[in-house]
T-cell receptor, first 112, second 113 residues
Framework: NAGVTQTPKFRVLKTGQSMTLLCAQD?????MYWYRQDPGMGLRLIHY???????AKGEVPDGYNVSRLKKQNFLLGLESAAPSQTSVYFC???????????FGPGTRLTVL | DAKTTQPPSMDCAEGRAANLPCNHS???????VYWYRQIHSQGPQYIIH???NNETNEMASLIITEDRKSSTLILPHATLRDTAVYYC??????????????FGQGTILTVHP
């Protein structure tokens, strides 16, 4: 099992550009999450999904969109990147609500 | 979810037990105590969780006081690879938090030779 994988690992964008971060899990988990982590800070939840075809907003959803067309994939989109979105993005999944979450290795995004 | 308080940093000698405390004095009856850790530049890793009984798994032990106002994570034989930031989280398993993990500042554990 690969667990939770994230693509890409690193990316540099210019302000106003768009991109999509891909998260994939092979554990048949129902729940998936996108977090961001800024230097010296804890994780903040951006969006989450409780099953295929569902998405919901977390703490800091503004400027991001998500989609979960397939159970194993959870996509995070930035339509018009801003320097404030420079961060490390982590995807996670869990089998049921509030059970242990498995995290991916992270995507380091820099917006210039 | 209840607020948790942890010491900012701790040291431990390799091979010795590392005891990481966490205070959660406002925890409610249906809130679990979760521990995660984050090794530098990696994604967080689940360690253990419990409600009121002590728990043990292959990674660690979790001791929760009888009044549930505090807990201690024990790494029985710390190695250099256990150097990480350790997060204690109180999470309402029966609520609507949908797994929203709120990571505070955590404890930076440094294991030295």
């Amino acid at each position: 099992n690969a667990g939770v994988t994230q693509t890409p690992k690193f990316r540099v964008l210019k302000t106003g550009q768009s991109m999509t971060l891909l998260c994939a899990q092979d554990m048949n988990h129902e729940y998936m999450y996108w977090y961001r982590q800024d230097p010296g800070m804890g994780l903040r939840l951006i969006h989450y999904s409780v099953g295929e075809g569902t998405t919901a907003k977390g703490e800091v959803p503004d400027g991001y969109n998500v989609s979960r067309l397939k159970k194993q994939n959870f996509l995070l989109g930035l339509e018009s990147a801003a320097p404030s979105q420079t961060s490390v993005y982590f995807c996670a999944s869990s089998y049921i609500r509030n059970n242990e979450q498995f995290f991916g290795p992270g995507t380091r995004l820099t917006v210039l | 979810d209840a607020k948790t308080t942890q010491p900012p940093s701790m040291d431990c000698a390799e091979g010795r037990a590392a005891n990481l405390p966490c205070n959660h004095s406002t925890i409610s009856g249906n809130e679990y105590v979760y521990w995660y850790r984050q090794i530098h530049s990696q994604g967080p890793q689940y360690i253990i969780h419990g409600l009121k009984n002590n728990e043990t798994n292959e990674m660690a032990s979790l001791i929760i006081t009888e009044d549930r106002k505090s807990s201690t994570l024990i790494l029985p034989h710390a190695t250099l690879r256990d150097t990480a930031v350790y997060y204690c989280i109180a999470l309402n398993a029966g609520g609507t938090s949908y797994g929203k993990l709120t990571f505070g500042q955590g404890t930076i554990l440094t294991v030295h030779p």
